[in-house]
């Protein structure tokens, strides 16, 4: 037990020698350890320091490095070469990392720099006299740990032979024709890597005198704290990447142990904060994989009486040496395990017959299906079983041969066996089986079993309706090769018929068509049309008698099934065919519209130049009206692509529930419970009434059905709701603004999670074929996205489920004021355009010049926020393009109102369906204009948002 230090300095009242060439620094040194109660001894050079040492008992030397004649280092060394255990300490007035590093290596116990503190002095001495009070116990812990490093090492080669064991079984195991694993022999020692990281840190810790540290896994994510000696500080987990300039990421990168004396004092890491540490000293040790990869990371400190020392550092990478030797061996132990019995649970599931043998055949491993199909037991599996005991008696024989032809290399393959059961009935097998090899010799035998009595009793169903055709309630030919029917059954004649069939006279076409196949295949099924019906007919040639079988059946039903089926997927495939070509008929809108833009635009511009006499006039005119016709052109296109049903409209949405309700309270069962909470104030909505009204029957619907066996309650609820930011962080969808929300609640069953995640597809459903085709949600979504809301399910098994559809309110529809404007409205204020096509920008900047406009232009839209920002209180107006490479109009817009909030900006696009989702006020958007731009339309849009 380490005692209080001031009272262990006045009780043992060391000898203590100061060395040094200065008087002053001598008296000043002696006195500061005579107030401690030690006993000085004072030399003013290392002659006269090594009489004192020759003639007194000293216990801490203070010397200085730099003195005549003899300097302080060469003192140390003569002093460590006749008594290696005093403690000298170093002190210098002028400090270098050269000095430092030649004292430490000369065995200094600590190095001062001039001027010394008193309680510097103080502690360094007193360190350096408890390593004295401790010496005999280090000199016991050596001969411990070197008894120690020999049982490990003992223990490691021992581990070692055990992997290389492990590893060989593994090898051995990988080849097996089935995956058949069984309990690995041979493996001892500790399987738990989370047992053992445990007892490598506490070792760690008794062996370094360490009373704190921590080992961490490395994890795909980060670092996962194993253990740890002092719980209460180092964190479950740390995410990479990281902390730079940490301990734990130096010794990542470097894959090296580290031994850091002062982490405070040299300032090369960042500190964790933690005011625990006792010193500042650490050990580090990485450890690592057979690839020496770093897999985990064991960290040491608060050692007991002093800091960590080179010697700390050496004995522990031996020790973390033989750690991750150990660790190898049981992360492999557990790998193989975990293999093994996932191998093993393969073979139990297998239903087929699984075995291995001995040279001998004598079975050592069987599945569980194969004590199944032959009676027997495990126990009778230990008492021991021989394959040829499982044979029938009369194939025993020819058995032995595969045998001996299997150990000379000859494969029989598939080999039919008559198999004999623990209660001695026989049965039908196919049998095959593959040596196992070890160092080139065949150790043993592993194989399957297949029971073929099912397949036997189909050959002989098979073969007996050939014998009895005139029984077979399926059309059964026979024919000459020559295509002369030779025997039809009454089922053939009755479905074939219009064949007009006749023994003695030719088949059908048809039918003969297969003679010319069937003479090189020996059989043929071929799917023929009678009529409205549809028969699958195998025919079989049988060469030893000259004739051929044909067997028929009615497939009509799976035939009409399979159209249906194909009607469906073909349905599916226009949809998305649909889908695809409406987004690309928007990309070609947009593209088409910019090129229609110019010509609109210049031709605009030609005419308010010339006059009504000018013959070039009426030319243009026509330009004008086909470039016109074009845009309509695109419209419709635009319309097309954007699948438009109805126009919507502001309407109340409480009167459409309310009508769906009282249209569902009939079907719905008296056992199910309709609660309504339908608030009426909620505001309007712009939809399609006849599209909600299908919103609200379908969940109900699903809910009350969710119901329908064990009754419960539906609740319908309808309130108007603020979406906050919370909400809208998690539902990306949503906006922070107003809806009116609609809830469809059900205490039915509810659902799990992999089931919520597939509600929304397209034929799925949990429900049987006459209660559900599976279109139902999935049509509700897409009527909710149409309406730019979203729908959200909450639901939990046996705790029922919740839908959550949110619709934005309308704005309040304005009338739109109709104002005769005579020529170009104009004015004079200054606008930045924005448009990276550059013959649009042009002719833009070139009708806004007439207009009277002051225009800066720019075709990027970096350089032009770059612009802008420098002046922003320059511009009145901007109006840019939306879709841009380098940045979008809409982002462009969010990045100027954050430097000048207010200014009106105006978006120009070939697409609108761009901005579907976005709040255009916030960012200050007042108005979109549709690519084509018209002159006229582009004046009063400016004039409108100018005029605000």
Known sequence: MVRNMKSYNSNLHLNILVVDDEESIRITLREFLRDEGYAVRLAEDASVAKDILGKDEIDVVLADIIMPRITGINLLKSIKDVSPRIQVIMMTGEPTVETASEAVRAGAFDYLTKPIKKEQLIKVVANAVMIKSIDDERLRLEKENKQYQKNLESLVHKRTKELEQSNKNLEQINARLHMIVDTTKGLTGCTDTQRLGKKILEEFGQHMFALGGSLYFVEEKGLKLNHTLDPGHAPDFLPFPLIENSILKKVMTDGKPLLEKDVHASGNYKRSGWEGYKNGSFLVFPITDESEKVIGVLTLHNKVASSFVEQDLEIGAILASYSCETLRAVRA??????????????????????FETDIEMNLIYANRHAFLSFGYSEEDLRKGLNCFSLIAPSDVERARENLVQRLKGRDPGLVEYSALKKNGSVFPIIFKMAPIIEDKDVIGFRGIVVDITQRKKTEEEIRSLAKFPSENPNPVLRFHLNGVL????????????????KEGEPVPLILQELIQEIEERHSRTKD????????????????????????????TKRKQAEVEKNKLEEQLRRAQKLETIGTLAGGIAHDFNNILTPILGYTDMALFELSDSDPLKKNLARVLEAANRAKNLIEQILLFSKQIEKERIPLFSHLIIKEAINLLRSSIPSTVNIVQRIDPSCGMILADATQIHQVIVNLCTNA????????????????QVEVDSAVAKLHPTLLEQEYVRLTVQDTGQGMDEPTMERIFEPFFTTKPVDKGTGLGLSVVHGIIQKHEGEILVYSEPGAGTVFHVYLPLAEPASKPQKTERKGIITGNESILVVDDDIVIGKML?????????????????KKAFATFKKQPDKYDLVISDLTMPDLTGVDLAGQIQKIYPGIPIIIMTGYGNQLIGINQKTLGIEKVIEKPIAMNELASAIREVLDK
Request: aromatic share 14%; charged share 20%.
């Open 333 to 354: 132990t557990e790998t193989l395990l975990a293999s093994e019995v996932r191998f093993r649970d393969m073979a139990e599931m297998l239903p087929e017959s699984i």
């Open 486 to 501: 030779i025997y039809a059954n009454s089922a053939a004649y009755g479905a074939f018929s219009d064949w007009k069939l």
């Open 528 to 555: 023929i049309s009678i009529g409205r019906q549809v028969f699958s007919i195998t025919v079989t040639f049988h060469p030893e008698f000259g004739y051929i079988n044909a067997y028929a059946m009615d497939i």
């Open 704 to 719: 009350w059905q969710a119901m329908e066996n064990d009754g419960g309650t539906l609740t319908v609820e309808l309130k």
């Open 845 to 861: 900047s070139q009708m806004l010049e007439k207009f009277g406009y002051h225009i800066d232009l720019f075709h990027k839209c």
